[in-house]
């Protein structure tokens, strides 16, 4: 019509198609092609990580960054009565008490006695074999030469020296079943001890030393060359001290299923009162000793889920910054948990708790010249 007004050449005129993507626009993840690049759609894969990794990051983040440094004045420090101490390392020599049971006995004197009688068994087999294989030889060495020797003869020698091959084989399996018993029932260290020290052998089968098993406190390692010293009953009684030095032979065959813990096996002079089934104290001192720092009980706090001390540095206004500092309570002395290798430090050595909460406000001042009521 030549009264209406003409479109501008850069919009391009409508059509049906337009019309109905104006309508109902194309879902965000289709495939898009444009002049010059291939946009893809995102994947529900791809979208399900990154929802998760967003809500996992701020908690690792939150972790990361718990128990930060705080800083207290003054006023504030006076005001909870917080106690920071100077701590310097010094020698410390691990010592803790432990339980123990007199083992019974009857099954390593059985075990002991199954593995003679397979050796016994094994020297007989090997002195027929070497019998047996002497007689074969002569017999095809005459068959050989000549002489009077049946075929047959050479033939039954030779079926007799397999035959004590097999004998042999036979011993020899007996003897390794023997030997895996007494492991099983004693531990490897500790059976390998009593077959090779035959004075040790003689000394527990004839009663005049006594097997007892070791238990460690659940968590606790035996430290390197320790000095294991036995309480029996009344041993409180007897002249010194009325503890028992014990020798230790190795670690047990299995663990404490009532203590969870570690077992090693001792063997002490068999003295009256010692049955088997006893429970006794035991201590264990370690021989050498370790420098570091003994941190006091009411020092250590657990801030998520870890022991932590606050140590102390001043600041510049005349307070004091506590940093929390990761520590280990394997080692408990004194009421206390020894540090191996720390250096000397000022940490907070009463009312540490109270770092974990904020500051106490400072007490308000009354005005000047006002009415106490």
Do not use: C, K
Request: net charge neutral.
């Amino acid at each position: 019509m030549a009264g209406a007004a003409r479109r501008p050449a850069s919009h391009p005129v409508p059509t049906q198609t337009n019309a109905v993507n104006a309508l109902h626009p194309p879902a965000p993840n289709t495939l898009a092609a444009r002049p010059g690049r291939i946009g893809l759609a995102p994947s529900p894969a791809l979208a399900v990580l990154a929802l998760t990794l967003g809500l996992l990051l701020p908690h690792a983040a939150a972790r990361a960054a718990s128990a930060p440094a705080v800083r207290w004045s003054a006023a504030q420090i006076q005001a909870s009565d917080l106690g920071v101490s100077r701590l310097t390392p010094a020698l410390y020599r691990q010592t803790f008490a432990a339980s123990a049971t007199v083992e019974n006995p009857a099954s390593l004197v059985q075990g002991l006695g199954a593995l003679a009688v397979a050796q016994a068994q094994l020297a007989a087999a090997q002195s027929a074999q070497h019998l047996a294989q002497g007689q074969a030889q002569r017999a095809l060495g005459l068959f050989q030469a000549g002489q009077d020797v049946a075929l047959a003869t050479v033939q039954q020698a030779q079926a007799q020296t397999e035959q004590a091959q097999a004998q042999v084989t036979a011993a020899q399996a007996a003897e390794q079943t023997a030997q895996a018993t007494l492991q099983i029932h004693l531990g490897a260290a500790v059976a390998a001890r009593l077959l090779h020290d035959a004075s040790l052998r003689q000394a527990v089968t004839q009663g005049r030393d006594v097997l007892v098993a070791l238990t460690l406190p659940p968590g606790v390692l035996l430290p390197t060359a320790p000095h294991i010293a036995l309480q029996p009953p009344g041993g409180a009684d007897a002249p010194g001290d009325g503890w028992i030095a014990a020798q230790l032979l190795g670690p047990a065959a299995t663990a404490s299923a009532q203590m969870q813990g570690l077992r090693e096996m001792l063997v002490v002079p068999a003295r009256a009162g010692l049955m088997p089934g006893l429970h006794l104290a035991a201590r264990v001192d370690a021989s050498r000793g370790v420098t570091g720092v003994l941190l006091p009980a009411a020092s250590v706090v657990w801030a998520q889920g870890q022991a932590v001390v606050f140590t102390a540095e001043p600041s510049a206004d005349g307070g004091q910054i506590f940093t929390p500092r990761p520590v280990s309570t394997a080692w408990p002395l004194h009421g206390g948990y020894v540090q191996p290798g720390w250096g000397p430090l000022a940490a907070i050595t009463r009312g540490a708790g109270l770092v974990l909460t904020p500051p106490p406000l400072p007490h308000a001042q009354p005005a000047p010249g006002g009415d106490d009521d």
